[in-house]
């Protein structure tokens, strides 16, 4: 049922009954008004929405709501969490091709230093070397890359901030 017909509803009765019954009209429609009451009644076997569908509207139905939530079996909402672990890498790899680059970052190594607008990549020196004669300019920023060969450890390039 739409919000217009239950108004047009509400309009009909309040019509038929007149008086007598107006101040039960007006609750009743401000019930059939609230979303959370609405969504109280359609999930009746959850007693937790219902429990809170008395506590979010202003003069709830109590009796109807307190004799719906002993109608309804115990139903409490479980949540299974899995924890999910990174996958953490025990070693540096080239970023070229995909091999082990050194054992730790605190290994002494030969390696080159790709970079260009967009920033720099540790790689294999023969990996650098090939890659550049292939590629001399980057495709996303149009930049030369620079090639620089170091023999140190991966941490003064890695942990730069």
Same mark, same amino acid.
């Given at each position: 049922?739409?919000?217009?017909?239950?108004?047009?509803?509400?309009?009909?009765?309040?019509?038929?009954?007149?008086?007598?019954?107006?101040?039960?009209?007006?609750?009743?429609?401000?019930?059939?008004?609230?979303?959370?009451?609405?969504? /109280?009644?359609?999930?009746? *076997? +959850?007693?937790?929405?219902?429990?809170?569908?008395?506590?979010? #509207? %202003? @003069?709830? !139905?109590?009796?109807?709501?307190?004799?719906?939530?002993?109608?309804?079996?115990?139903?409490?909402?479980?949540?299974?969490?899995?924890?999910?672990?990174?996958?953490?890498?025990?070693?540096?790899?080239?970023?070229?091709?995909?091999?082990?680059?050194?054992?730790?970052?605190?290994?002494?190594?030969?390696?080159?230093?790709? /970079?260009?607008?967009?920033? *720099? +990549?540790?790689?294999?020196?023969?990996?650098?070397?090939?890659? #550049? %004669? @292939?590629? !001399?300019?980057?495709?996303?920023?149009?930049?030369?890359?620079?090639?620089?060969?170091?023999?140190?450890?991966?941490?003064?390039?890695?942990?730069?901030?």
């Amino acid at each position: 049922m739409t919000s217009e017909e239950r108004l047009n509803h509400h309009k009909n009765l309040q019509q038929k009954f007149g008086n007598e019954l107006k101040a039960e009209l007006n609750f009743a429609y401000e019930w059939v008004s609230k979303p959370s009451f609405l969504n /109280g009644l359609d999930n009746k *076997k +959850r007693k937790d929405v219902l429990a809170f569908c008395k506590s979010s #509207i %202003e @003069n709830p !139905p109590i009796r109807l709501l307190n004799h719906m939530m002993q109608k309804t079996e115990r139903y409490d909402p479980k949540f299974s969490f899995k924890s999910i672990e990174p996958e953490i890498e025990s070693f540096p790899k080239c970023n070229l091709c995909g091999e082990k680059l050194a054992d730790s970052i605190v290994e002494v190594v030969n390696f080159s230093e790709v /970079g260009c607008g967009c920033g *720099k +990549r540790c790689s294999h020196v023969h990996c650098a070397d090939k890659y #550049i %004669e @292939n590629n !001399p300019q980057c495709v996303v920023c149009k930049k030369y890359y620079l090639l620089e060969v170091r023999n140190s450890t991966l941490r003064q390039m890695l942990l730069k901030f």
